[in-house]
């Protein structure tokens, strides 16, 4: 093996050995189980990041795992073709290149340059997922336009049309009007805004007077362009200064509309005035209020955001009005929103009905994608009917057939499912599933699977003329079915009976309403078991953080704070790295902001750490449910753990190669060391289950790194080197059998984590251990094994590290040379602790690096020493000629006073009569043995210091 562990010379090229020899297919052996994950598909547009990079060491570590415990393992890949995303990509792209728009070409076209692109450029992200090393099955990737998950998606909305779960209506929406299409909430971005609340004043009809005797009222709102659609004024039922107003009407300003006053609860009292407007067809929270009371709504700005001509007038159902007059002031038609909305206050000024002005903070919603403010539109839209799949679903989680990880999110899940809206599921786009509906010239609507089956099943002639709905589908209508649809539904496949339901849903939190709980409502509608009950799409919800910055802020481009875990594999200069983060930015400032930041936190760039590293951080810091915080420190902190390991592995090759391994037989004896590491490598096996199967993928790592690193690097390769460099054949070959097959096992254990530098490794080892096979990934994942626990080996091996730990800390606190060897007296000396001297002795004389050790008669007066304590036996240092007395005094000193900090807290335990009252009797015992050993220790420091003043 090379000197230098460099990730770099072995990661890319070994990956393609795995993926050509097809080590990640399914193995069709399912006598030990299927095991199967699901990967949530990244959008086709889309590039890797941090939280990808998070998810996908997760259940990459679930699937090696796995498939090292010997089940039959599937990791579905495959990318979502991303509607709004894809189609602004390549209309930007057609732009820049031919000065065209998407309408230039047409609809056709379009689509085809669309796939165009997709074939060439798509596949950013997948290329990304090989380098995080993941072991999906490549030959079964699925792309959510494909044919056979559009086959899926068309077949579902028909037969959901068709039970009457699938409707058009016109409803209020997110409307987009830059992109002309209505987006889903998450794709909503709330910002934060300084604006302002204008007070109006609106006249009463009639003669109408308030409790104070005024002919107004006064509404504050923050959008005043919406007031031309204004169907009410609101106020709360048990607002006394309005009572005798309840029923009655105001004139509406500008547009002179006579509109009612009505109770709702919806009003805070407190606010303001307590008098709200209420614009059903442009104000969620109004159109519920609309519904409630049956009020019209006056649509009155096109799909441009404009203000109307004149107004779409609809009842509460969405049925068209033809009683109510529909005009708005000529002078508003056509002009733009935010136009209209200062022309309205200057309106309001010049008439006297403009009370005040306000500075007010508030959220605005911005489409993430267009970047201009979204506008609750009325539309006509396509929906899902989704209470009656909701109760399934909730009923799924109640009995536990799904489970959530950590369980609190069930709280958010079931908040959202028992509050459920009809789902918006049509989009103005021409990317995308198109909605298998047709349209006569008369607007009746027909849905089949296409323009065939429709004419057939309607019976239509042909000279009846149709046209396909050109609205697409959600994304989130297709990944819903994603689970089954990618194992070849509505097809019977083998697949589907295989590796459905599958196991494990690794996913964040923000999109278990949009994502994780469509598809429970999807899938148990559609896939049935044997016995014909619903089937669950997976058994577990996985719940992970947000991966955060250093100091807690969440990663975002504006911010400059983006980590791309591919820097963080293969290193990258600064200027690179500058130029990665500021290069496209379309505001000076702030890309010299974020320069000026980049250029102070990376002065020097970031270095190469490999993916083995990065994936190990990413589980070590995987708590539960927990947002990260990113520490680069940590990332450097476990390349120097892949470099422990890849040095540790040098040493046990450099003395087992070409070497008698016990292999072929012989006489083999076993040290103690070598006893104790056998059962403590079997005990972390255990610990290593256990945590992984509770999702505890820190505490994973941190078992591993603890074993590795602590026990078997610092510990068992430095007491094997007595053996190795004097020890008999049967000792030797006892030594070097431990050494190879502990590794051995070890490297298995780890792979599921670091799968780059176990593989290698393990090409080097596998024959000194006598193991075949092909590749690491394919073998069986170690096992615990109780005829192997041995407690007695690790208590005496405990011991005996301990011993050797008192030395060393007596060399460091008097500065004595690790090469000087010293004289080593012992006192109070038990027959345990006679037996394991007696046994260890040469590991003790080397790795302590002792002239002579002896053991005190009970009579016997030890001349003036340092001492340590291991258990009940004194470990005596002689010190004459070895320490400087007023630095020993001190350091004693330093351990009464830590010892009198601890029996004085000890103390405040026993002496609080609540804790004694509660606590169980065991722990009251351990608190007074804790009281008892503080004392003992206390009075043989006092004897040492009056030793000590001696010389």
């Known amino acids: 093996m090379d000197k230098t562990y460099n990730p770099k010379s072995i990661e890319q090229a070994l990956y393609q050995i795995w993926e050509e020899k097809g080590y990640f297919k399914p193995s069709g052996d399912s006598s030990k189980g299927n095991y199967s994950i699901m990967i949530p598909p990244p959008n086709v547009t889309g590039s890797l990041h941090m939280g990808h990079a998070f998810q996908d060491t997760i259940m990459d570590t679930l699937i090696r795992y796995q498939r090292m415990k010997g089940r039959n393992t599937l990791w579905q890949v495959g990318t979502d073709h991303a509607g709004i995303a894809t189609q602004m990509l390549v209309e930007r792209k057609l732009e820049a290149e031919q000065g065209k728009n998407r309408h230039d070409l047409g609809r056709d076209a379009f689509i085809d340059k669309v796939w165009e692109w997709k074939e060439q450029s798509g596949g950013t992200i997948t290329k990304q997922l090989r380098r995080m090393g993941a072991s999906v099955d490549w030959d079964r990737e699925r792309f959510t336009m494909d044919e056979g998950l559009s086959k899926a998606v068309q077949e579902v909305f028909v037969r959901l049309y068709k039970d009457k779960l699938i409707y058009r209506g016109k409803r209020l929406v997110n409307w987009d009007p830059k992109l002309h299409t ?146 708005l002031p000529a002078r508003y038609a056509g002009m733009e929103r935010f136009k209209a909305r200062d022309a309205v206050v200057a309106e309001f000024d010049t008439l006297g009905l403009l009370e005040k002005i306000e500075p007010h903070a508030l959220k605005v919603p911005y489409g993430d994608r267009s970047g201009v403010v979204i506008e609750p539109l009325l539309t006509d839209q396509w929906y899902v009917s989704v209470k009656p799949l909701a109760k399934t679903a909730i009923e799924a989680v109640e009995n536990g057939d799904i489970k959530f990880v950590p369980q609190q999110y069930e709280n958010m899940y079931f ?26 010239e008369a607007g009746n609507v027909y849905v089949g699977r296409n323009e065939a089956e429709v004419r057939a099943e309607y019976q239509l002639a042909d000279s009846i003329a149709l046209r396909q709905d050109d609205d697409v589908l959600d994304t989130w209508f297709s990944s819903a079915l994603w689970t089954f649809s990618t194992l070849g539904w509505p097809e019977q496949t083998p697949e589907l009976k295989t590796f459905h339901p599958s196991d494990v849903l690794v996913t964040g939190f923000d999109i278990i309403f949009f994502w994780v709980a469509r598809m429970i409502m999807m899938t148990m509608y559609f896939i049935k078991d044997e016995d014909g009950k619903p089937q669950v799409p997976f058994k577990t919800v996985y719940v992970t953080g947000l991966i955060r910055d250093e100091q807690g802020n969440k990663m975002s481009k504006s911010k400059g704070n983006v980590l791309d875990p591919l820097d963080m594999i293969d290193g990258i200069d600064l200027e690179s790295l500058v130029q990665k983060r500021t290069g496209n930015m379309m505001q000076p400032q702030l890309a010299t902001k974020i320069e000026k930041s980049t250029r102070k936190e990376f002065a020097d760039g970031i270095e190469a750490h490999g993916t083995d590293a990065l994936r190990f951080t990413l589980a070590a810091m995987a708590s539960t449910g927990r947002d990260i915080n990113w520490d680069m420190k940590r990332l450097d902190g476990y390349r120097s753990f892949c470099n422990k390991l890849w040095n540790a592995s040098r040493y046990v090759l450099m003395n087992t190669e070409e070497q008698d391994c016990g292999q072929s037989g012989g006489e083999m004896t076993l040290s103690l060391a070598d006893r104790w590491i056998i059962s403590l490598f079997n005990e972390t096996v255990k610990t290593f289950d256990d945590h992984i199967n509770a999702f505890r993928f820190d505490l994973a790592a941190n078992t591993l790194y603890e074993f590795t690193w602590n026990q078997f690097c610092d510990w068992y390769l430095e007491l094997t080197k007595p053996v190795l460099q004097s020890g008999s054949d049967a000792q030797l070959r006892g030594t070097r059998h431990t050494l190879v097959t502990v590794l051995e096992q070890l490297l298995r254990l780890m792979h599921p984590l670091t799968p780059y530098i176990t593989e290698t490794i393990w090409q080097r080892v ?16 170690p096992e615990y094994q109780p005829a192997k626990a041995n407690p007695s080996a690790q208590a005496d091996l405990e011991w005996v590290k301990q011993v050797i730990t008192a030395v060393r800390n007596i060399r460091a606190e008097l500065n004595i040379g690790p090469g000087k060897p010293l004289n080593m007296l012992l006192r109070g000396v038990s027959v345990e602790d006679q037996a394991r001297l007696d046994a260890n002795q040469s590991f003790l004389m080397a790795l302590a690096k002792l002239e002579s050790i002896r053991v005190l008669s009970a009579d016997e007066t030890a001349p003036m020493s340092t001492t340590q304590l291991v ?67 206390m009075d043989k420091l006092a004897e040492q210091k009056v030793e000590l003043a001696k010389l």
């Open 182 to 327: 209505a987006i889903s909430d998450l794709e909503v971005e709330n910002k934060e805004k300084q604006g302002y609340m204008w007070h109006f004043r609106y006249p009463l009809a009639g003669d109408a007077l308030t409790a104070d005797g005024k002919d107004y009222l006064i509404v504050a709102t923050t959008r005043p362009e919406t007031m031309l659609g204004d169907s009410a004024v609101a106020v709360h039922p048990q607002d006394e200064r309005y009572a005798s107003l309840i029923g009655k009407e105001i004139i509406l300003p500008i547009v002179n509309r006579r509109i009612p006053i009505i109770a709702d609860e919806y009003v805070d009292r407190e606010f303001g005035t307590g008098c709200v407007k209420i614009t059903p067809a442009h104000d969620f929270n109004d159109y519920e209020v609309g519904k409630r009371h049956s009020l019209p709504m006056f649509s009155i700005m096109t799909l441009n955001g404009d203000i109307r001509s004149i107004a779409e007038v609809l009842n509460s159902d969405g049925s068209q009005n033809t009683t109510l007059d529909n005009s």
């Open 415 to 440: 908040s959202w499912m028992r509050d459920i809206q009809d789902w918006c599921i049509s989009r103005q786009l021409w990317w995308g599933h198109r909605i298998p509906a047709w349209y006569d």
């Open 766 to 781: 596998k024959p000194l251990a006598g193991v075949t096979g092909e590749t690491l990934m394919l073998m069986a994942f």
């Open 871 to 937: 258990g009940e036996m004194e470990l005596l240092i002689p010190m004459a000629g070895l320490i400087d007395v007023t630095a020993e005094m001190a350091r004693i000193d330093k351990q009464l006073e830590k010892l009198t900090q601890e029996m004085a807290r000890v103390e405040g335990k026993l002496n609080n009569e609540g804790f004694v009252a509660k606590a169980p009797a065991a722990v009251l015992d351990k608190e007074r043995a804790k009281l008892a050993e503080f004392k003992r220790d």
